[in-house]
């Protein structure tokens, strides 16, 4: 049976004043299922050709941090005591950050795992090219 989830993408914003980005991950959540996670995917090459100055390690611990949330819990620190919805809801939320979410996205699925992994090919990870 299929069922509802909302989605949106992470996107590294080096410089919000120049508002250009790439797509570092994807967050998915389905409340018919209580599933909340995130796939990330940091592209270090392109963001280096955003930003050569940019530190992609604290970059990479900011999605990493994401991560920690959907998954809930004390090492999420408090925002991982909230239920699912409140944690997808701080996590989409409009911020002018290095860090910022997409608007929200919905769709119907029967798998939220394997959805969370077409969105992240589809969405975040380099095209794949024709013969290469």
């Known amino acids: ?11 590294v914003v080096p410089r919000p004043e120049r508002g250009e980005f790439i797509n570092a991950g994807v967050v998915l959540y389905c409340p018919e299922e209580d599933f909340l996670d995130a796939r990330i995917h940091l592209d270090r090459e392109r963001l280096r050709a955003l930003d050569p100055e940019i530190d992609r ?23 991982g005591r909230l239920s699912a919805r409140e944690r997808f809801g701080r996590l989409v939320a409009p911020r002018s950050t290095v860090l910022q979410p997409s608007p929200v996205h919905t769709g119907f699925t029967e798998d939220c795992a394997a959805e969370l992994e077409r969105l992240l090919a589809e969405m975040v990870l380099p095209p794949v090219r024709p013969g290469g």
């Open 57 to 79: 390690e604290a970059v990479l611990a900011h999605l990493e941090s994401v991560r920690r949330v959907c998954a809930g819990g004390e090492d999420a620190g408090p925002l």
């Open 1 to 11: 049976m299929r069922k509802l989830f909302e989605y949106a993408l992470l996107r």
